[in-house]
């Protein structure tokens, strides 16, 4: 089974290439981004499989990531919770480093520099213990979503990266299934970390949640390996680039363009992120509030000073949500819990839609706002309040 692009159903791909003026050509269109995720770090394999270096079968991954949920997309993923139970089958051939959570792990003395030459020692370091010449691929999230809570990266983080990559060869894979597709204000994440990935898997913001929808972007490089072979791609599913599912991205990227969304989404971002810091910047239990765009993660602390995180038996993100969803507020939040490291750490984020008012942004906060009160209120009679 080879997979190669289809004409007749390269609309969506064509739209996003032209219109946005990208240097990447999209390879398929999937549903979930777990299946993107898949077939990127095949694709990423067979790459050096064209190129005659299939030794190259090594991959770096980043704790407190999550890359989906089937085997090989959870084996390079670093959500303790979501991989625990199958351990046992993941694949063996996946190397960690720690991830870029400046809350966390910059230095009291540190510059933004020192802490990007240090996070790139740290993927070097990596490279040559696994074999720089059997790595595949470096895979990372521009902003991270479910693992973390919107953490992104500190300026000069991803060149540092990519610059590791390139001295020894391997590809870059970018996932931008959750924080892509204008999430954080521009298309692609990446295009604020001043790098082009080799392979980026998209998702929920292709289709805009009107239609389950992913897909994969391949570089001109990667393209042009897999011509100079006349190969195709070794991968595929039953509804690969299924037609109403490139028509419904095609019809969702049309409209964030045609309505001028993505400044909206920056706007309308930095506006939420101004209520957010004025409003729980001061809370006692706000240990961090970080995002992007429309896509912000506020973090939940024991102590502001000390960052120590609360017990994961009070489950407090999860009280979050469920407060936030009962009445008299209404309202969802996604919570989450790990990102301070080892299943520990509770965080929510909150992610608007495209055409959010100034006006729904302050009711948004407003109510969140009221939600932490009732919720640590609780907390203060006892714990199992």
């Not at 289809?6 to 609309?11: F, I």
């Not at 077939?39 to 090594?58: Q, S």
């Not at 980043?62 to 919770?81: D, P, Q």
Request: with cysteine; proline share 6%; charged share 20%.
């Amino acid at each position: 089974m080879g997979t190669s692009p289809k004409p007749g159903l390269r609309r969506p791909v064509s739209y996003i290439v032209h219109h946005w003026s990208l240097d990447l050509v999209l390879e398929l269109i999937w549903i979930i981004g777990s299946e993107a995720m898949e077939g990127a770090i095949k694709l990423a394999h067979e790459y050096f499989v064209w190129t005659e270096e299939p030794e190259r079968i090594n991959y770096i991954a980043r704790e407190e990531s999550y890359h989906g949920i089937t085997l090989g997309a959870l084996s390079v993923g670093g959500h303790v919770a979501r991989r625990a139970p199958f351990e046992q089958l993941l694949l063996p051939n996946i190397h960690r480093i720690p991830a870029c959570n400046p809350y966390r792990q910059m230095l009291p003395e540190e510059s933004e520099d020192q802490f990007v030459s240090r996070k790139a020692e740290e993927l070097e370091q990596v490279f040559l213990q696994a074999g720089p010449k059997t790595v595949a691929a470096f895979v990372a999230e521009p902003v991270v979503g479910a693992a973390s809570g919107c953490v992104p990266s500190v300026n000069g983080y991803f060149k540092a990266m990519k610059a590791v990559c390139d001295k020894y060869g391997a590809l870059l894979i970018l996932d931008e299934v959750m924080c892509g597709m204008g999430r954080t204000g521009t298309l692609h994440a990446w295009e604020q970390e001043g790098v082009l990935p080799d392979i980026q898997a998209v998702g929920k913001g292709l289709g805009g949640g009107y239609q389950p929808a992913s897909a994969i972007l391949a570089s001109d490089k990667v393209m042009r390996a897999m011509e100079a072979k006349s190969a195709t791609f070794t991968h595929g599913h039953t509804y690969t680039d299924h037609p109403v599912v490139c028509a419904a991205a095609l019809k969702v990227q049309q409209i964030i363009q045609r309505d001028n969304l993505l400044p909206n989404v920056q706007a309308q971002g930095q506006y939420l992120e101004t209520l957010l810091r004025s409003k729980l910047g001061s809370h006692p239990n706000v240990g961090d509030v970080r995002g992007r765009g429309l896509f912000w993660g506020i973090e939940f602390v024991v102590d502001k000073v000390t960052k120590e995180p609360f017990d994961p038996k009070l489950q407090l993100a999860h009280r979050v949500h469920e407060t936030a969803l009962n009445p008299p507020y209404n309202m969802a939040v996604y919570y989450g819990q790990g990102c301070a490291g080892h299943g520990r750490g509770d965080h929510v984020m909150i992610m608007p839609a495209y055409n959010v008012t100034r006006n729904i942004v302050e009711t948004i906060v407003d109510k969140f706002v009221l939600v932490i009160d009732d919720v640590f209120s609780k907390l203060e009679n006892g714990p199992g309040c």
